[in-house]
T-cell receptor, first 112, second 113 residues
Framework: DTEVTQTPKHLVMGMTNKKSLKCEQH?????MYWYKQKAKKPPELMFV???????INESVPSRFSPECPNSSLLNLHLHALQPEDSALYLC???????????FGPGTRLTVL | TQLLEQSPQFLSIQEGENLTVYCNSS?????LQWYRQEPGEGPVLLVT?????EVKKLKRLTFQFGDARKDSSLHITAAQPGDTGLYLC?????????????FGKGTSLLVTP
């Protein structure tokens, strides 16, 4: 299994909603990542988990809360988002930190 | 912080032509990765280059890492419509808390039949 899966594929939420994005990989990778990508821009790193511990937090607002329940799963909890948070949210994993990354298909998030 | 400059930003060519995409920086990277992304999908890793001066080939794609590990190039020979996409270079930096991947702004390639 050489795939990173993400659910849901699309999500529309209001500014008062609480939702979660999920990411899963079964490649035995020990590093997992969340990125945010706006249209026609490169991915922006949000969080890095290394061996299930948060190792990099790129000054992301607290309305985004990552969670790594185990080495295969990565969640991103969303609360009180703003319309400008609408974007494609990408999850990725790599065998070790710094190695080439495998990306999931992303979750297209729209905040109304 | 945008450490990597990619050029050109946009490129439209006809099938069969050759092209080169450049990725430049003043920073030294542990390694550099190239990705291709199609609309609505996640980036797909094409190659990782690690050693200064390294050249890697992937069918019609040739990747080169600069001797000083600050820049890289991607050369496509005889481009095909299936090569259309956003090409992203990403430099790996060693930081106190681990490794960070810094993406260039990308080169949007359109290959027409």
């Amino acid at each position: 299994d050489t795939e990173v899966t993400q659910t849901p594929k699309h999500l529309v939420m209001g500014m008062t909603n609480k939702k979660s994005l999920k990411c899963e990989q079964h490649m035995g990778h020990r590093a997992m990542y969340w990125y945010k990508q706006k249209a026609k821009k490169p991915p922006e790193l949000m969080f890095v988990y290394s061996y299930e511990k948060l190792s990099i937090n790129e000054s992301v607002p607290s309305r985004f809360s990552p969670e790594c329940p185990n080495s295969s799963l990565l969640n991103l909890h969303l609360h009180a988002l703003q319309p400008e948070d609408s974007a494609l949210y990408l999850c990725a994993s790599s065998q070790l930190p710094g190695h080439g990354q495998f990306f999931g298909p992303g979750t297209r998030l729209t905040v109304l | 912080t945008q450490l990597l400059e990619q050029s050109p930003q946009f490129l439209s060519i006809q099938e069969g032509e050759n092209l080169t995409v450049y990725c430049n920086s003043s920073s030294v990277f542990s390694s550099l990765q190239w990705y291709r992304q199609e609309p609505g999908e996640g980036p797909v890793l094409l190659v990782t280059v690690v050693t200064g001066g390294e050249v890697k080939k992937l069918k019609r794609l040739t990747f080169q890492f600069g001797d000083a590990r600050k820049d890289s190039s991607l050369h496509i020979t005889a481009a095909q419509p299936g090569d259309t996409g956003l090409y992203l270079c990403a430099g790996v930096l060693s930081v106190a808390s681990g490794y960070a991947l810094n993406f260039g702004k990308g080169t949007s390639l359109l290959v027409t039949p």
